[in-house]
């Protein structure tokens, strides 16, 4: 059974990009345009195997995102990737704290978000 990926970013070629990714590397995709949406997509499915979160978006961003997760014991220990244009030690430090388990940078490379993504999944 393949393993599902909860994509969240909000910028619809972004989110073609990874499915196109993701999917050929045998994963089930599912995507929402922001935090909100991500929320409103767990509290209604089961637990995708990892998520991976773009920072910058509107309404809630992926700090906020992974901040509401960690509170939620359900998702607690979700693997959370961030992808995003960002690349600051800051921010990068702003994710941790948050929770996330990983960051890469965009563009990304498939083979490595592949294995970045197999190096986090339980």
């Known amino acids: 059974m393949p393993k599902t990926i909860l994509t ?4 619809p070629s972004m989110r073609l990009l990874l499915r196109s990714a993701l999917v050929e590397r045998g994963y089930e995709v599912r995507e929402a345009e922001d935090g ?7 509290a209604t499915n089961d637990q995708p195997a990892i998520m991976i979160t773009d920072i910058n978006m509107p309404r809630l ?4 995102l992974i901040e509401k997760l960690r509170e939620n014991p359900k998702h607690r220990d979700m693997p959370v990737l961030v992808l ?6 800051q921010k990068k430090a702003r994710a941790r704290e948050a929770g996330a388990t990983g960051w890469i940078v965009k563009p990304f490379d498939p083979e490595k978000l592949h294995s970045a993504i197999r ?3 339980h």
């Open 119 to 121: 190096r986090v999944i």
């Open 61 to 64: 961003d992926g700090f906020g």
């Open 84 to 89: 995003t244009t960002e690349s600051s030690d």
């Open 36 to 42: 909100i949406a991500a929320l409103e997509w767990l």
């Open 8 to 11: 969240v970013d909000d910028s």
